[in-house]
Every structure is written in structure tokens, then in C-alpha cells.
């Protein structure tokens, strides 16, 4: 399937790893040209926890390219504390992360965007913005509010050509959750803590980063045009549909 993705500019952040590598690959093989970034490398080095450092991804990459056409905001850290324990600088840390790096990124692309008639943005949310994990507090209440500023982009800006979705997924075999001291280290014996998890999903299993980049690059296609608006579960199974 043509996914209509070639020769279309993208940037992707947090991209350096994980489900952020995985949709860079993707788009790649699709025949874009994409722009990764995170802390340690990627085409653009930036921490875009800090105020400033996603418009100048942005502004670097229109430099580069001329227009940016799609934008993947991909970043995202949370650690497993309980709600009692999470200081008012863990909420800031997890606000600056989670959400505020989406924010400044849209923020910077949508003139862009708006001026050529056309631009897509997919938002990297969690099932746990629509079922809060109540060992990850602080990240699945950014999370929820990714979902709010994505419908709120979706609603302002589709008179422009701009279309802006959300993917909700689930525990991913990523570093986050399989690396030394991740999510499963902080929560006991790592293979027993990732048995539980994969049972917990009605497929029985983590995702692979591969599976959920596949939806983030079907909502960035052109294929997805008259959806925006969303948010995608691609979580096994996890989060009921309310009917």
C-alpha cells in the first residue's frame, strides 16, 4: 500500500530509540525524509525538556528542508512512584516532558503549515491517559492532557489542512520498560514484573515498537485524510471501548 509519504518532510522527537526510531525507520522506508532528535544524538541534538529547544528543532529542520510537513512528538519519560510521593518538581519535570514538548513543537510548526494548506501532527500519548496507572501518577495525568491539547489542534486548525491525532499505547518492549533500572527494575524482579504486564493485556503481551510505529505512520499518511481528532489505542486490548 502506497502510503502517499515520499519525498514529504518529518520530524520525529525523541526518535533516537525506541518507538521514536521505529517510526523513523518506518517513514524512511516509506520514502520521507525525516529529521530525528533526542538528548544523545539523532540528526539534531536537543533537550526538548527546555524552553526553546523544540522551536529551534523545528526552525533547524525548515532551514535544512524548507517546509516540514509532518511532525511526530514522541517524547515521553515517566519512573514508578506513588501519587503521595511525587514532589512539585516531579509534576514540573513530568509537565516539561510529557507535554510542554509537544506544545512548543506544534507551536513552532503549525505557522508553517498553516501557511502551505497542509501538515499533519501525531501526538505519542499512553493508554494510561484513558486508564490512569496509579504507579505512574504524574505521567498518566500529561499524558491525558496530550490527549486534550491534541483534539484542541485538531479542532483549530482543520480549516488550514492541518489534521492532529493521538496514539494511545500500551507497555512496549522498549529500554523504558527492558533497559537496566527501567520500569520493570523499578518495580521488583524485571521477568516477573513483564510476566504480569503481558498478562495484563487481552493479547498477552508487550507490544513491539514496531507495531505501534505502524499506526503513528498510517495517521501520518495520506491514507488517514479525513481522520483527525483521535486518539488510536494500540494497546492489545487494555482499554475498553466505551459504547
Known amino acids: 500500500m502506497d502510503l502517499g509519504l515520499a519525498d514529504s518532510v518529518c520530524l520525529v522527537t525523541g526518535s533516537t530509540g525506541g518507538i521514536g526510531l521505529a517510526t523513523a525507520e518506518l517513514l524512511r522506508a516509506e520514502g520521507a525524509t525525516v529529521v530525528t532528535t533526542g538528548r544523545g ?33 514522541n517524547v515521553g519519560y515517566s519512573e514508578i512512584r506513588k501519587l503521595e510521593h511525587v514532589t512539585d518538581e516531579d509534576w514540573q519535570m513530568a509537565f516539561e516532558i510529557n507535554l510542554m514538548t509537544a506544545v512548543r513543537a506544534t507551536r513552532a510548526a503549525v505557522p508553517g503549515m498553516r501557511e502551505r494548506g497542509s501538515g499533519t501532527i501525531v501526538n505519542v500519548s499512553s493508554t494510561a491517559a484513558k486508564r490512569p496507572s496509579t504507579g505512574m501518577p504524574d505521567y498518566s495525568v500529561m499524558k491525558a492532557a496530550l490527549l486534550s491539547f491534541s483534539r484542541l489542534v485538531a479542532d483549530l486548525y482543520a480549516s488550514d489542512g492541518i489534521r492532529c491525532n493521538a496514539v494511545t499505547p500500551g507497555p512496549t518492549a522498549t529500554q523504558a520498560w527492558l533497559g537496566e533500572g527501567g520500569l520493570a527494575d523499578q518495580q521488583g ?54 459504547l
Open 41 to 73: 544524538g539523532g540528526d539534531i541534538r536537543a533537550d526538548l525538556a527546555v524552553a526553546g529547544e523544540p522551536e529551534r528543532v523545528v526552525a533547524e529542520t525548515l532551514a535544512r528542508h524548507g517546509r516540514l510537513d509532518v511532525l511526530v512528538n
Open 189 to 242: 524482579d524485571r521477568e516477573e514484573v513483564l510476566a504480569k504486564v503481558a498478562a495484563g493485556r487481552p493479547l498477552g503481551r508487550l507490544a513491539e515498537p514496531e507495531e505501534i510505529a505502524a499506526v503513528i505512520v498510517f495517521l501520518c499518511s495520506a491514507r488517514t485524510s479525513y481522520v483527525t481528532g483521535a486518539a488510536w489505542s494500540a494497546d492489545g486490548g487494555t482499554v475498553p471501548i466505551i
